[in-house]
Each structure stands twice: as C-alpha cells, then as structure tokens.
C-alpha cells in the first residue's frame, strides 16, 4: 500500500507541472460484480444490433435546427434594428444562467429569524455592560436588514417586449432546441409506439418545442398549444414558423398560442412540456401551482427542463418531489406518477445528498445560428425530468451515465446512477466481466443508460481516480 501511494504521489506531482490535476486521488471504486450484473438482453437486441447502437444510448449526435426555422429566424435576426447584437445576447446568456428562483416571503422569514438570534447574541457577547432594550433593538434591526440585502437573491421579472424577445432569439434559439430535442428523443427512442396527437407547451418562448415535438411525432402531433405570457414572444414565434413573413402560411399546422393555460381542469394532453419555464414563476407558491397544473393537464409524459446549474436541477427536483408525493387534491386522473428520464428510481436524488452537491445534467452538442459572432459547434448544458403516468417498463431500472465516460486501456470508467438510489463509480474490464457488457459500456456516453441487469458492485479503496485535465474537470463539474 505504501509503495502505491509514493508512486500515485509521484504521478500527482509530475501532471502538476504539467498542468494536470486529480480528482479524489484515493476515492474509492466500485467493480461489477462477475457473472451476477449482465447485459439484459430481453429484447434480444445483441442478435441484431451492434454494441455502439445499443438501446440505453439515447444521445444524440450534433442537432441543427430545422432549415425553415433557421432561414426564418437569420430573416428576422437581419431585419432587426440597432446594433451591438451580439454583446447584449451573450450578456442574456450569461443573466439567465446565473439566475436564480424567487425567493419566497416564507424564506426570508425563517432567515430573518435565524439572523436576528444569530445577530442578537453577538451583540450581547461583544457588549461590555447590559445594552439598553431599545438601543439593542435596533442595532440587530439595522443588521439584520444589512445581512438580508446582501444573502437574498434580489428577483425581477423580464419583461419581453419586442427588442429582448428578439434578442431572446439570436441568444438561445439553437440551444433550447438542442436540449428540447435531446429530451424529446429520450421518449421517442425509448417509446416507439408512442404517438401523441396534442402538445401543450407552458412558456412556449420562441416556440422550440412544437418544432422540435414536430421533428420527432410531425405526423400523429394535430394540435400544439403553445401557452407565454408574452404577446411580443407569442408573436415572434408565429413569425418563426410563417418563414419570417406575416402573410406566409405556417410552416407547421394546428399551432394555437395563448397567453394563459387552458381553464377547464379536464383538458388534458399527450405530452405537456415546460423548458427553461419554472425557474421564471415570480414565487415559490406560483410554482408549486403551476407545476401542479401542468401534471393534472398531463395525459402521458410530462417534460420539465431547466438550465444545467445547481438551481435548475434544485427546481426540477422540488417539481419531481411535488408530483411523486401526489398531495394535490384536485385531480381527475388517479393515476400515481413515475420517474421516466434521467432517474432509474423514484428515490430522493443521490446527488443532493452528497458533501459536495454537483447538478445533475447532461451536455449536447449542436450547431448554432449562422451568425458572425457564433462557432461551428457549441454545447448545450441542462438539466431535465420526465414523468409519466402509471409505472414504466423493466429497462426503467437501467443505470444512468451522469459523468464523461472514461475509456482506458482494457477497462471502462463510468459513473452511474443505479435503480437502489445510489451513485456508483463502477469499472469494466473485459477480463472479469462478459464482453458484451464491456462493449456495452466503451460504446456510451455522458446521459446514456447501460443495458445491465442485476447490477452489484464489489470495491476496491486502493484503486485511483484516472488523471484529468483541468478543462475536463471543470466540464464534468460543471
């Protein structure tokens, strides 16, 4: 043991210079265990298909947006006035990645409270005689006020007129679409038979998910109610699909935009998306309303998706615990919800139980506008939930990928998220494991599920964490 920690120290020291580092030099690894945990070959897939089309992956490889999609949104993104384009978009960008919740008058209650005891003590501490009750009174006021200016998150809501709604396009058109896209495959790959016939899109923005719903179910989809409070947005988005020209036909049929959710608590519909949504809802009572809302409106799947931080993936966990729970008493369809994507269990998220707290998401790649300011190739980073009503299938219990997918030299790294609730760093080599599950394995990525069965680990704490660059440990921490 001795000798392989001086000779992991002596690597640790060399990559340093090097400009490398290492993550939990000593973590602790988890081998699959042989002959117990196989590839769950049910479906008989292994006959037919080969391992890099395995049915856990569900990735996709870059997504482009729809060529009448783009050539109306360069269209309108060309037509538009003024200039410095493309400084106020990457700032959008950058406000509505590091925007947070509403915090609610419940919250800052509690902190308030906690603060005055806090700040009451202390000044008693520090004071050499007994402090006059007024006097006191009113230095732990002043504190207090002082303290919540600067720890509360200080929410406002955009207002989307015309301008920002356009600048909402150049900025976040082609990455909605990707992330949308990718959550939307997950159903489709997973469901084939699945044909929905109505769509409701809750804070439908520039209208992504009734193309990206299109692309994927254009011939059963009939109706697409796209809901925004925005009448700028809900303008900007029938344009989007009119090729930019108010006196085209849409490109897409059966398109209805409103600016408030259906009334009738009956209506229901096939698929019912909110992305990027939730975490606009000005307090925490208006979202729990919202998403409860959106699940009685919810025939089959309900999609939620959120950026790809610690508050978004804390959001889609309040909405996947509110739903679970099934406290609200005003339903007309008894039937219990069940975790779809990304989770292979109903349990409380692992991750939110960890030292360090790291969000749950996912990365896609897509190809952005084509716009002077803009690359090639970018990545979307987000964070989704789907829920479905009645319970799923046996491959529902299928780990999922939530971390880069480390191959070396004869065994595979891959971090999982298994069916008992727990994150699992396993290994698989082909010398302990069936070929197929090594395959397997080598051939996923980031946010696929690995077809195993039966899945049990054995560890091992004298193994070490491979070596990473300091780009690869930002991205997968992110």
Same mark, same amino acid.
Not at 404 to 433: E, F, I, M, N
């Given at each position: 043991?001795?000798?392989?920690?001086?000779?992991?120290?002596?690597?640790?020291?060399?990559?340093?210079?090097?400009?490398?580092?290492?993550?939990?030099?000593?973590?602790?690894?988890?081998?699959?265990?042989?002959?117990?945990?196989?590839?769950?070959?049910?479906?008989?897939?292994?006959?037919?298909?080969?391992?890099?089309?395995?049915?856990?992956?569900?990735?996709?490889?870059?997504?482009?947006?729809?060529?009448?999609?783009?050539?109306?949104?360069?269209?309108?993104?060309?037509?538009?006035?003024?200039?410095?384009?493309?400084?106020?978009?990457?700032?959008?960008?950058?406000?509505?990645?590091?925007?947070?919740?509403?915090?609610?008058?419940?919250?800052?209650?509690?902190?308030?409270?906690?603060?005055?005891?806090?700040?009451?003590?202390?000044?008693?501490?520090?004071?050499?005689?007994?402090?006059?009750?007024?006097?006191?009174?009113?230095?732990?006021?002043?504190?207090?006020?002082?303290?919540?200016?600067?720890?509360?998150?200080?929410?406002?809501?955009?207002?989307?007129?015309?301008?920002?709604?356009?600048?909402?396009?150049?900025?976040?058109?082609?990455?909605?679409?990707?992330?949308?896209?990718?959550?939307?495959?997950?159903?489709?790959?997973?469901?084939?038979?699945?044909?929905?016939?109505?769509?409701?899109?809750?804070?439908?923005?520039?209208?992504?998910?009734?193309?990206?719903?299109?692309?994927?179910?254009?011939?059963?989809?009939?109706?697409?109610?796209?809901?925004?409070?925005?009448?700028?947005?809900?303008?900007?988005?029938?344009?989007?699909?009119?090729?930019?020209?108010?006196?085209?036909?849409?490109?897409?049929?059966?398109?209805?935009?409103?600016?408030?959710?259906?009334?009738?608590?009956? +209506? &229901?519909?096939? #698929?019912?998306?909110?992305?990027?949504?939730?975490?606009? %809802?000005? *307090? /925490?009572?208006?979202? @729990?309303?919202?998403?409860?809302?959106?699940?009685?409106?919810?025939?089959?799947?309900?999609?939620?998706?959120?950026?790809?931080?610690?508050?978004?993936?804390?959001?889609?966990?309040?909405?996947?615990?509110?739903?679970?729970?099934?406290?609200?008493?005003?339903?007309?369809?008894?039937?219990?919800?069940?975790?779809?994507?990304?989770?292979?269990?109903?349990?409380?998220?692992?991750?939110?139980?960890?030292?360090?707290?790291?969000?749950?998401?996912?990365?896609?790649?897509?190809?952005?506008?084509?716009?002077?300011?803009?690359?090639?190739?970018?990545?979307?980073?987000?964070?989704?939930?789907?829920?479905?009503?009645?319970?799923?299938?046996?491959?529902?219990?299928?780990?999922?990928? +939530? &971390?880069?997918? #480390?191959?070396?030299?004869?065994?595979?790294?891959?971090? %999982?998220? *298994? /069916?008992?609730?727990? @994150?699992?760093?396993?290994?698989?080599?082909?010398?302990?494991?069936?070929?197929?599950?090594?395959?397997?394995?080598?051939?996923?990525?980031?946010?696929?599920?690995?077809?195993?069965?039966?899945?049990?680990?054995?560890?091992?704490?004298?193994?070490?964490?491979?070596?990473?660059?300091?780009?690869?440990?930002?991205?997968?921490?992110?």
């Amino acid at each position: 043991m001795a000798a392989l920690q001086s000779k992991v120290f002596l690597i640790c020291n060399l990559c340093r210079g090097r400009g490398l580092i290492t993550l939990r030099v000593c973590a602790r690894r988890n081998y699959i265990v042989a002959h117990e945990s196989q590839v769950d070959n049910s479906s008989e897939f292994l006959n037919s298909t080969p391992h890099r089309r395995h049915p856990g992956i569900t990735s996709l490889k870059t997504v482009q947006l729809p060529q009448h999609l783009e050539q109306a949104a360069q269209i309108l993104i060309h037509q538009a006035p003024g200039s410095q384009l493309a400084e106020r978009a990457q700032s959008l960008c950058n406000f509505l990645w590091s925007r947070k919740r509403a915090t609610g008058d419940r919250a800052i209650q509690e902190r308030a409270v906690e603060l005055e005891k806090r700040v009451r003590e202390r000044e008693q501490q520090r004071a050499e005689g007994p402090l006059e009750q007024s006097r006191l009174e009113e230095k732990v006021r002043k504190q207090v006020l002082s303290e919540l200016r600067k720890t509360t998150y200080h929410w406002k809501p955009l207002r989307y007129d015309e301008e920002l709604s356009l600048i909402y396009l150049a900025a976040r058109l082609d990455g909605g679409y990707a992330a949308v896209s990718r959550a939307l495959h997950e159903i489709k790959k997973r469901v084939p038979d699945f044909a929905p016939q109505t769509l409701l899109d809750f804070g439908s923005g520039t209208g992504t998910v009734a193309w990206a719903a299109h692309t994927m179910w254009g011939q059963s989809l009939r109706e697409y109610v796209c809901v925004d409070s925005s009448a700028s947005m809900n303008k900007l988005a029938d344009l989007l699909l009119r090729g930019g020209s108010e006196t085209q036909d849409p490109h897409i049929g059966g398109v209805y935009f409103r600016q408030f959710l259906p009334v009738s608590p009956k +209506v &229901q519909f096939d #698929l019912v998306v909110s992305a990027f949504s939730l975490s606009e %809802l000005p *307090s /925490a009572s208006e979202r @729990l309303s919202s998403i409860q809302t959106l699940w009685r409106k919810t025939s089959n799947f309900l999609v939620l998706i959120e950026n790809g931080t610690k508050e978004g993936h804390s959001i889609l966990m309040e909405a996947r615990d509110i739903i679970l729970k099934g406290e609200d008493k005003v339903t007309h369809d008894p039937r219990r919800g069940s975790v779809f994507a990304p989770c292979p269990h109903d349990a409380p998220c692992p991750k939110l139980s960890e030292k360090i707290q790291l969000p749950c998401n996912f990365p896609q790649a897509y190809r952005p506008l084509q716009l002077r300011w803009n690359t090639d190739r970018s990545f979307e980073k987000f964070s989704f939930v789907i829920l479905q009503r009645g319970s799923g299938d046996e491959t529902n219990q299928w780990p999922r990928i +939530v &971390q880069p997918v #480390l191959r070396r030299v004869r065994h595979v790294h891959c971090h %999982l998220c *298994s /069916a008992d609730g727990t @994150l699992q760093h396993a290994v698989v080599t082909t010398s302990k494991h069936t070929r197929d599950l090594y395959r397997c394995a080598r051939n996923s990525e980031w946010g696929d599920r690995l077809p195993v069965r039966n899945i049990k680990t054995e560890g091992d704490s004298e193994l070490n964490q491979p070596l990473q660059t300091e780009e690869q440990l930002q991205n997968s921490t992110e």
